[in-house]
T-cell receptor
Framework: EAGVTQFPSHSVIEKGQTVTLRCDPI?????LYWYRRVMGKEIKFLLH????????ESGMPNNRFLAERTGGTYSTLKVQPAELEDSGVYFC???????????????FGPGTRLTVL | TQLLEQSPQFLSIQEGENLTVYCNSS?????LQWYRQEPGEGPVLLVT?????EVKKLKRLTFQFGDARKDSSLHITAAQPGDTGLYLC????????????FGTGTRLKVLA
Protein backbone atom coordinates (compact mmCIF):
# COMPACT_ATOMS: atom_id res chain seq x y z
CA GLU A 1 0.00 0.00 0.00
CA ALA A 2 1.39 3.39 -0.97
CA GLY A 3 2.10 5.80 1.83
CA VAL A 4 1.43 9.50 2.04
CA THR A 5 3.11 11.34 -0.80
CA GLN A 6 3.96 15.00 -1.10
CA PHE A 7 5.00 17.15 -4.00
CA PRO A 8 7.33 18.86 -4.52
CA SER A 9 10.03 17.61 -2.18
CA HIS A 10 11.76 20.98 -2.31
CA SER A 11 10.66 24.43 -3.41
CA VAL A 12 12.72 27.60 -3.51
CA ILE A 13 10.83 30.80 -4.24
CA GLU A 14 11.27 34.50 -3.76
CA LYS A 15 9.37 36.58 -1.29
CA GLY A 16 6.05 37.64 -2.73
CA GLN A 17 5.66 34.65 -5.02
CA THR A 18 3.04 31.95 -4.73
CA VAL A 19 3.67 28.30 -3.99
CA THR A 20 1.29 25.36 -3.93
CA LEU A 21 2.12 22.19 -2.05
CA ARG A 22 0.31 18.96 -2.73
CA CYS A 23 -0.43 15.97 -0.52
CA ASP A 24 -1.86 12.61 -1.52
CA PRO A 25 -3.01 10.70 1.55
CA ILE A 26 -3.19 6.96 1.96
CA UNK A 27 -6.16 5.65 -0.01
CA UNK A 28 -9.25 5.40 2.15
CA UNK A 29 -8.03 7.77 4.85
CA UNK A 30 -10.70 10.34 5.54
CA UNK A 31 -8.53 12.42 7.84
CA LEU A 32 -5.80 14.61 6.41
CA TYR A 33 -3.55 16.96 8.35
CA TRP A 34 -1.01 19.62 7.56
CA TYR A 35 1.86 20.34 9.92
CA ARG A 36 4.88 22.60 9.67
CA ARG A 37 8.32 22.72 11.21
CA VAL A 38 10.23 25.94 11.03
CA MET A 39 13.97 25.96 11.68
CA GLY A 40 14.83 25.00 15.23
CA LYS A 41 11.24 24.62 16.35
CA GLU A 42 8.94 21.69 16.95
CA ILE A 43 6.48 20.38 14.41
CA LYS A 44 3.25 22.37 14.68
CA PHE A 45 -0.27 21.57 13.59
CA LEU A 46 -1.78 23.70 10.84
CA LEU A 47 -5.13 22.15 10.01
CA HIS A 48 -7.25 19.03 9.77
CA UNK A 49 -9.65 17.85 7.07
CA UNK A 50 -12.26 15.17 7.35
CA UNK A 51 -12.92 14.26 3.76
CA UNK A 52 -13.37 17.65 2.06
CA UNK A 53 -14.41 19.56 5.19
CA UNK A 54 -12.07 21.62 7.33
CA UNK A 55 -12.51 20.41 10.90
CA UNK A 56 -9.86 22.48 12.59
CA GLU A 57 -7.75 25.21 11.04
CA SER A 58 -6.67 26.78 14.30
CA GLY A 59 -3.00 26.38 13.44
CA MET A 60 -3.04 28.28 10.16
CA PRO A 61 -0.69 31.23 10.62
CA ASN A 62 -2.64 33.85 8.65
CA ASN A 63 -4.80 34.37 5.61
CA ARG A 64 -1.89 34.00 3.23
CA PHE A 65 -2.32 30.27 3.69
CA LEU A 66 -5.15 28.46 1.93
CA ALA A 67 -5.76 24.72 2.15
CA GLU A 68 -8.21 22.80 0.02
CA ARG A 69 -9.25 19.21 -0.34
CA THR A 70 -11.67 19.06 -3.21
CA GLY A 71 -13.42 15.71 -3.53
CA GLY A 72 -11.94 14.52 -0.28
CA THR A 73 -8.86 12.98 -1.86
CA TYR A 74 -5.65 14.95 -2.31
CA SER A 75 -5.06 18.28 -0.65
CA THR A 76 -3.23 21.44 -1.61
CA LEU A 77 -1.74 24.12 0.58
CA LYS A 78 -1.18 27.44 -1.13
CA VAL A 79 0.93 30.22 0.27
CA GLN A 80 0.27 33.57 -1.37
CA PRO A 81 2.22 35.78 -1.15
CA ALA A 82 5.08 33.93 0.51
CA GLU A 83 7.11 35.64 3.22
CA LEU A 84 10.54 34.80 4.60
CA GLU A 85 9.10 33.38 7.80
CA ASP A 86 7.13 30.81 5.82
CA SER A 87 10.30 28.84 5.20
CA GLY A 88 10.27 25.41 6.75
CA VAL A 89 9.25 21.83 6.16
CA TYR A 90 5.58 21.19 5.55
CA PHE A 91 4.34 17.75 6.46
CA CYS A 92 1.11 16.11 5.50
CA UNK A 93 -0.34 13.19 7.44
CA UNK A 94 -3.42 11.04 7.08
CA UNK A 95 -5.36 8.66 9.27
CA UNK A 96 -8.35 6.37 9.07
CA UNK A 97 -11.79 7.46 10.07
CA UNK A 98 -12.10 5.14 13.04
CA UNK A 99 -10.76 6.37 16.38
CA UNK A 100 -9.16 3.18 17.65
CA UNK A 101 -8.72 2.54 21.34
CA UNK A 102 -8.65 6.21 22.24
CA UNK A 103 -5.92 7.29 19.90
CA UNK A 104 -5.45 8.10 16.28
CA UNK A 105 -2.52 6.78 14.26
CA UNK A 106 -1.30 9.38 11.83
CA UNK A 107 0.94 8.43 8.91
CA PHE A 108 3.26 11.14 7.69
CA GLY A 109 4.53 12.03 4.27
CA PRO A 110 8.19 12.91 3.61
CA GLY A 111 7.49 16.62 3.70
CA THR A 112 8.07 19.55 1.37
CA ARG A 113 10.99 21.79 2.22
CA LEU A 114 10.04 25.35 1.38
CA THR A 115 12.67 28.05 1.19
CA VAL A 116 11.58 31.65 0.71
CA LEU A 117 14.39 33.99 -0.31
CA THR B 1 -0.83 25.67 26.55
CA GLN B 2 0.27 22.07 26.27
CA LEU B 3 3.97 21.59 25.73
CA LEU B 4 6.14 18.53 25.40
CA GLU B 5 9.78 18.96 26.26
CA GLN B 6 12.31 16.37 25.30
CA SER B 7 15.74 15.78 26.74
CA PRO B 8 18.45 15.60 25.85
CA GLN B 9 18.27 17.64 22.66
CA PHE B 10 21.33 15.93 21.21
CA LEU B 11 22.99 12.66 22.04
CA SER B 12 26.05 11.08 20.49
CA ILE B 13 27.03 7.65 21.75
CA GLN B 14 29.10 4.65 20.77
CA GLU B 15 27.57 1.51 19.33
CA GLY B 16 26.59 -0.88 22.09
CA GLU B 17 25.82 1.74 24.71
CA ASN B 18 22.44 2.18 26.35
CA LEU B 19 20.51 5.44 26.41
CA THR B 20 17.29 6.97 27.64
CA VAL B 21 15.35 9.83 26.08
CA TYR B 22 12.73 11.72 28.05
CA CYS B 23 9.50 13.46 27.10
CA ASN B 24 7.96 15.65 29.81
CA SER B 25 4.94 17.85 30.20
CA SER B 26 3.04 19.63 32.92
CA UNK B 27 -0.17 18.55 31.17
CA UNK B 28 -1.91 15.20 31.19
CA UNK B 29 -2.11 13.44 27.84
CA UNK B 30 -4.61 10.75 26.97
CA UNK B 31 -1.85 9.00 25.02
CA LEU B 32 1.65 9.64 23.79
CA GLN B 33 3.27 8.52 20.62
CA TRP B 34 6.93 8.11 19.75
CA TYR B 35 8.20 8.69 16.24
CA ARG B 36 11.57 8.37 14.57
CA GLN B 37 12.44 10.64 11.70
CA GLU B 38 15.33 10.24 9.31
CA PRO B 39 16.68 12.90 6.95
CA GLY B 40 14.39 13.57 4.00
CA GLU B 41 11.56 11.54 5.45
CA GLY B 42 8.54 12.17 7.58
CA PRO B 43 8.13 10.94 11.15
CA VAL B 44 7.46 7.21 11.38
CA LEU B 45 5.37 5.96 14.26
CA LEU B 46 7.20 3.59 16.62
CA VAL B 47 4.66 3.10 19.39
CA THR B 48 1.64 4.54 21.17
CA UNK B 49 1.30 4.35 24.95
CA UNK B 50 -2.16 4.84 26.36
CA UNK B 51 -2.36 3.62 29.96
CA UNK B 52 -0.52 5.31 32.83
CA UNK B 53 2.47 3.17 33.83
CA GLU B 54 2.33 1.21 30.60
CA VAL B 55 5.55 -0.31 29.28
CA LYS B 56 5.90 -1.40 25.67
CA LYS B 57 8.86 -3.10 24.06
CA LEU B 58 9.88 -3.01 20.44
CA LYS B 59 12.99 -5.16 20.06
CA ARG B 60 15.74 -3.16 21.78
CA LEU B 61 13.47 -0.17 22.43
CA THR B 62 11.48 0.12 25.65
CA PHE B 63 8.81 2.79 26.03
CA GLN B 64 7.20 3.79 29.30
CA PHE B 65 4.28 6.08 30.00
CA GLY B 66 4.34 7.83 33.36
CA ASP B 67 1.78 6.89 35.96
CA ALA B 68 0.25 10.36 35.80
CA ARG B 69 0.35 10.37 31.98
CA LYS B 70 2.45 13.53 31.93
CA ASP B 71 5.71 12.01 30.80
CA SER B 72 7.24 9.18 28.86
CA SER B 73 10.65 7.68 28.27
CA LEU B 74 12.33 5.75 25.51
CA HIS B 75 15.19 3.44 26.45
CA ILE B 76 17.41 1.90 23.81
CA THR B 77 19.56 -1.07 24.75
CA ALA B 78 22.81 -1.74 22.91
CA ALA B 79 22.36 1.08 20.43
CA GLN B 80 23.29 0.47 16.82
CA PRO B 81 24.16 2.92 14.01
CA GLY B 82 20.75 2.15 12.48
CA ASP B 83 19.13 3.78 15.52
CA THR B 84 20.50 7.14 14.44
CA GLY B 85 17.75 9.67 13.83
CA LEU B 86 15.46 12.27 15.34
CA TYR B 87 13.16 10.89 18.02
CA LEU B 88 9.92 12.76 18.59
CA CYS B 89 7.18 12.35 21.13
CA UNK B 90 3.69 13.61 20.38
CA UNK B 91 0.30 13.61 22.01
CA UNK B 92 -3.24 14.67 21.20
CA UNK B 93 -4.23 18.19 22.16
CA UNK B 94 -7.04 18.67 24.65
CA UNK B 95 -8.48 21.23 22.24
CA UNK B 96 -8.85 18.67 19.49
CA UNK B 97 -7.97 15.01 19.76
CA UNK B 98 -6.89 14.84 16.14
CA UNK B 99 -4.53 17.76 16.64
CA UNK B 100 -1.14 16.56 17.75
CA UNK B 101 1.34 18.41 19.93
CA PHE B 102 4.92 17.50 19.13
CA GLY B 103 7.94 17.54 21.37
CA THR B 104 11.12 19.39 20.60
CA GLY B 105 12.90 16.20 19.54
CA THR B 106 16.07 14.34 20.49
CA ARG B 107 18.66 13.96 17.79
CA LEU B 108 20.55 10.71 18.32
CA LYS B 109 23.76 9.71 16.62
CA VAL B 110 25.20 6.26 17.19
CA LEU B 111 28.80 5.90 16.17
CA ALA B 112 30.15 2.62 14.86
Amino acid sequence: EAGVTQFPSHSVIEKGQTVTLRCDPISGHDNLYWYRRVMGKEIKFLLHFVKESKQDESGMPNNRFLAERTGGTYSTLKVQPAELEDSGVYFCASSQRVWRGGYNEQFFGPGTRLTVL
Amino acid sequence: TQLLEQSPQFLSIQEGENLTVYCNSSSVFSSLQWYRQEPGEGPVLLVTVVTGGEVKKLKRLTFQFGDARKDSSLHITAAQPGDTGLYLCAGPSTSGTYKYIFGTGTRLKVLA
